[in-house]
């Protein structure tokens, strides 16, 4: 292999302008409707504690490995996951067919951003049904008449949809690099703030211990072989990897930066926020008798209550959803940019082109999604409704074999001097304990879920 070739290999869409625009674009593609409305709704239908135990081993012991997996070859590649895969894969093992995987990653992120900006259509109705007070003193069943009618409307969802896309595709065409380092520093922050003072409403609530219990008090009894699947689709959707978002983004990342200590502080900060919004959400529920296994609904159903019932609630309210709204709009365009950059980089698109392109595609399929919540809702095949079935199959399957391959590729098919040079040249104590765990510890537990959903093991 010609390393000076790969040394001289650079970004075709300009670099992070440091280690922090990095952990910063990195977040912002984290931190997003994963923390705050999957999350609490997965942990709810899955019984809590022990989900949520299993949940925090995956995303540390498997998420972690594969998100440094990602980042590595997207650096040492350069370019879209289907051009970088290729590349490794010639250069480590005269192979070009990895190029599969990085495919395989671009349709997951097609079908991933086609519900994920439905939902986020919705927080941007949730602004408006804010700021118009339609939460002030409401009881559960004005909350929950609020979004029944709201998804019940396909026209209404469909729209919001639209104007998601729209954001979001404005943005990929301006390129990723501006504006967005600038505005996670703002969003994060203010958005942890927030639930922090939840966090202090959530715990007069009268219920919280009660929360605390349930998220926290691991009945292993309770845990089915598709819990445990859930748990590591979840793992893998929050931390962003397994579909080559992360690979894009390493993409952009400067040569001496470490990945490591980005990596890390990006998946403490993503499971922090997490696991705040869902001691802010259970205590609620359980507070106002709902169930917290009611599924997609869940966070629009509860956090409202709350809000209802606080001094300036209707404010808090609408800036909670305005600041959610952002954090999807800032994970959404880390779904949608490998597919952008493979359009420009192989099919000589300009960036805005691919990015109507893409954009278009997901924006049609998103129809699927919002029918799915209005009058397809009573449509069942194989996992159920339509939303069902693509948040199953993207988030249940196609992230974890993603993932698999990705981090078999780095563990066994790069070779050692390749790791280590993007890792930790000095390849210490740290590197070998990921090597280790990139080699056998997630692909052999990747496996054992996925055999185990299946029934084989
Ligand atoms: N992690 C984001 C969230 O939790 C969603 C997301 C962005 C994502 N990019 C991704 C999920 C890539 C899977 C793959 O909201």
Known sequence: ????????????HGEWTSRLG?????????VGLGNIWRFPYLAGENGGGAFVLVYLLF???????????????GRRGRRNPVTTMQLLGEEEAGSSGWRVVGGLGVVTGFLILSFYSVIAGWTLAYIIESASGAFTDAGAETVGAVFNSLVGNELVTGAWHTLFMVLTVGVVVLGVEQGLER????????????LLVLLGYS???????????????????????NAILDALGQAFFTL??????????????????????????????????????????????????L?????????????????????????????????LTFAAWTSAISLMEPAVAYFMETRGFDRPRAALLVGGTIWLLGFLTVMSFGAWSEARFWKGTWFDNIDFLSNNVFLPLGGLAIVVFAGWIMAHNSTADELDPQAGRGYRVWRWTARYVAPVAVALVLLNAVGIF
């Open 1 to 12: 292999m010609n390393q000076s070739a790969v040394e001289r290999r650079r970004s075709l």
């Open 22 to 30: 990095f952990i910063l674009a990195l977040a912002g593609s984290a």
């Open 59 to 73: 995303v540390f012991g498997i998420g972690l490995p594969i998100m440094l997996a990602e980042v590595l070859i």
């Open 183 to 194: 505005a996670v520093r703002i969003i994060m922050p203010a958005l942890i703030a927030l």
């Open 203 to 225: 715990m007069t609530s009268g219920s919280f211990l009660e929360g605390v219990e349930f998220l926290f008090e691991p009945r292993f009894d309770e845990l089915s072989a």
């Open 240 to 289: 962003s990897v397994g579909m080559g978002a992360v690979m894009t983004y390493g993409a952009y990342l400067p040569e001496n930066e470490s990945i490591p200590r980005s990596c890390f502080a990006v998946a403490a900060v993503d499971t922090s926020v997490a696991l705040l919004a869902g001691l802010v959400i259970f205590p609620i529920v359980f507070a106002n008798g």
């Open 291 to 323: 169930d917290p296994a009611s599924g997609p609904g869940l966070v629009f159903q509860s956090l409202p209550l709350a809000f209802g019932q606080m001094p300036g609630g209707a404010f808090v309210a609408t800036l909670f959803f305005v600041l």
